[in-house]
């Protein structure tokens, strides 16, 4: 490849015509945030490039955004390549602002009105589908486990989370952090954490710090076990975390303790310290009975 050819290929995401920096058009169109709606814009273009690059290749397939805002990380999903941009909004003030940067980059950006919770991305688009976005924290965790339940529907899922959040994606047995949230997760997807980002990124700034983390759909499940009862088991083990699973795992059935002991397992344990396969051993035990 010659070096024009470089520069092509680097430009070919570039939109035909420039677009105003992102505070000007937030201006112009007297947009302000909306914290119940989970508002935190990133303005930062390294920030917002680097997502952009962590989520790719976006050059096949659709990239679906959810809660483009004012559209920070739309513009950099499309200057590093996006093929197709689908993005999911819920607040109509931010569609013309969008209408604009669609115009920009034409055929290649399609926004959608609408709350992200009631819409089966698994359906949109196509294959390889790869969701980016700076979620809206009070629906963050309800939105994951809805696109992990799609199995391999997505290629990658690349989001950026309330650092405490991430913290759970990503705990150990014997930790703090370990429990329902890390084993849904890790049981689906390989999670990874890409990079922390401080408050001062955002407009407004939020009170806590954030993290970008990335889960790739595993092809298959960790371990064999049925979801729902996975989901059972942990709930109740991590509802009651201090108490012995013997005692825990009781309101799942009164021969709890037995169905313990066969899967080689202390009665006398606490949920935490139990691996993921050792939860899908419970999960398949208990099913069984
Ligand atoms: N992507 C923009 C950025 O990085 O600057 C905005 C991120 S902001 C943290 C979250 C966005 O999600 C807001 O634009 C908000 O209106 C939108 N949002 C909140 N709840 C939503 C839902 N249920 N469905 C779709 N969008 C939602």
């Known amino acids: 490849m010659t070096e024009d050819d470089k520069d092509a290929a680097e430009g070919a995401g570039k939109p035909a015509m420039a677009l105003p920096p992102l505070r000007d058009v937030i201006a112009r169109h007297g947009l302000s945030a909306n914290r119940g709606l ?17 989520a790719g290749p976006l050059d096949a397939g659709t990239v679906i955004e959810i809660g483009p805002g004012p559209g920070g990380l739309t513009r950099a999903l499309l200057d590093h390549g996006a093929r197709e941009v689908i ?3 819920r607040d109509r003030r931010f569609l013309p602002v969008l209408a604009e940067i669609a115009a920009a980059y034409p055929g290649r950006l399609n926004v959608i009105e609408g709350d992200a919770l009631k819409i089966d991305a ?43 959040v991430a913290d759970r994606l990503l705990g150990q047995p014997r930790s703090k952090d370990y429990g329902r949230l890390a084993i ?9 954490r890409l990079f922390d980002v401080p408050p001062r990124a955002f407009t407004p700034p939020p009170k806590v710090t954030s993290t970008v983390v990335q889960l790739i ?43 313990i002991q066969s899967q080689g397992i202390a009665p006398t344990a606490r949920g935490e310290e139990l691996s993921i396969e050792q939860f899908c051993a419970l999960a398949r035990a208990f099913r069984g009975r």
């Open 184 to 192: 849904a997760a890790q049981w689906r997807a390989e999670v990874r």
């Open 217 to 259: 759909p595993r092809q298959e499940p960790l371990y064999p076990a049925d979801a729902e009862m996975l989901e059972r088991v942990a709930a109740a083990a991590f509802g009651q975390r201090r108490k012995m699973l013997r005692q825990s795992l009781r309101r799942l059935s009164p021969l709890a303790e037995e169905i």
């Open 87 to 89: 993005a999911i909004e």
């Open 38 to 54: 989970g508002q935190n814009f990133l303005f930062d273009l390294n920030l917002t490039g680097r997502i952009a690059r962590a």
């Open 122 to 164: 698994a359906k949109l688009g196509s294959k390889p589908r790869r969701i980016v976005a700076n979620l809206p924290y009070n629906v963050a965790t309800p939105l994951l486990l809805n696109w992990l339940s799609a199995g391999t529907a997505f290629a990658s899922l690349t989001l950026m989370f309330q650092k405490e």
